[in-house]
């Protein structure tokens, strides 16, 4: 194993030397199979799902059913979340609880006194505490997806209008959380834009996803033109939250039945979110680990 590490600013401890915590990191050899691991899961993400095929079809029918109002209300949400690309809006989070949250988690693993004041404190946790806290706020996060399905679910084709806004906004909120976890900030534009990459990723078709993938692999390694192509995607948010939104497909037809679309809203909801934590942690946990790699070498 790689000898232990100092926590560097924003890390509070009661024990070693200097008041820092002192970290265990899994050896190169163990991170790098643990990259393969997530590079495994890429491809795997590849193989299309046959009803995911059918997605548009009956979304088409759905928007000729849906009064004009509410497509209206539904593409103000839209607006909003390309205001989140840019500016961060009402969808950015408080990153105080994430970081009490992975505080807890270095506790149980043994690292008495970590406390974090900054997300790239964060970054300087070891692997496994990074992995529990994405893996419980996610867990928290499809649980209250299901309550929030469950409820729009009633009300059938009227509260629809609320629940894909809704939705959207707390796969959002779950993309930041896994993002702290890792040690990555979402208050930083280029977060924001790697986010709803992966947003678009966790619905795409496996055309779509192999051409995010290239994005997010050159974000995930850290290409010189990361920055210059990643800005320029600005401009192609709107196309990235449409495909999300499409992507709700012939699922979301069942809950337009009013009471019996509880039970399938909450079951989607909770899908839905699950699969965007899921993309989320991939990604970020890919990152984490090639920023932890280089260190190893530096």
Do not use: H
């Amino acid at each position: 194993m790689n000898g232990p590490r100092d926590g560097r600013e924003g890390l509070g401890s009661e024990t070693g030397p200097s008041g820092a915590v002192s970290y265990k990191e899994r050896s190169k050899a163990e991170l790098e199979r643990e990259l393969e691991m997530v590079i495994r899961w890429e491809q795997e993400q590849k193989d299309i799902w046959f009803w995911e095929k059918l997605g548009r079809i009956p979304f088409l029918l759905l928007d000729k059913l849906t009064p004009k109002a509410i497509r209206n209300k539904i593409g103000q949400a839209i607006d909003e979340l390309g205001g989140y690309v840019q500016t961060g809006g009402r969808y950015l989070l408080s990153e105080k609880q994430v970081l009490e949250s992975l505080g807890r988690a270095a506790r149980e693993r043994g690292y008495e006194g970590t406390v974090l004041t900054s997300v790239r404190a964060a970054g300087e946790l070891p692997l496994e505490v990074m992995d529990l806290t994405a893996d419980r706020l996610a867990e928290s996060r499809k649980t209250l997806a299901a309550v929030q399905g469950a409820t729009t679910g009633f009300g059938g084709l009227f509260t629809l209008a609320i629940d894909i806004p809704a939705l959207l906004g707390l796969s959002l909120k779950v993309l930041q959380e896994i993002a702290i976890c890792y040690g990555f900030d979402p208050n930083d534009p280029q977060e924001r834009i790697f986010i709803v990459k992966c947003l678009q990723f966790s619905s795409s078709d496996i055309v779509g996803k192999r051409a995010v993938l290239e994005d997010l692999a050159s974000a995930a390694t850290g290409g010189g033109r990361q920055d210059k192509e990643l800005a320029s995607q600005l401009q192609g948010w709107r196309e990235v939250v449409a495909t999300y939104r499409d992507n709700f497909g012939w699922k979301k037809l069942f809950q337009l039945v009013p009471v019996a679309g509880m039970l399938f809203g909450a079951l989607l909801n909770k899908s839905t979110v699950g699969d965007v934590a899921e993309a989320g942690k991939m990604m970020y946990r890919k990152r984490a680990i090639i920023r932890k790699l280089r260190e190893a070498d530096a």
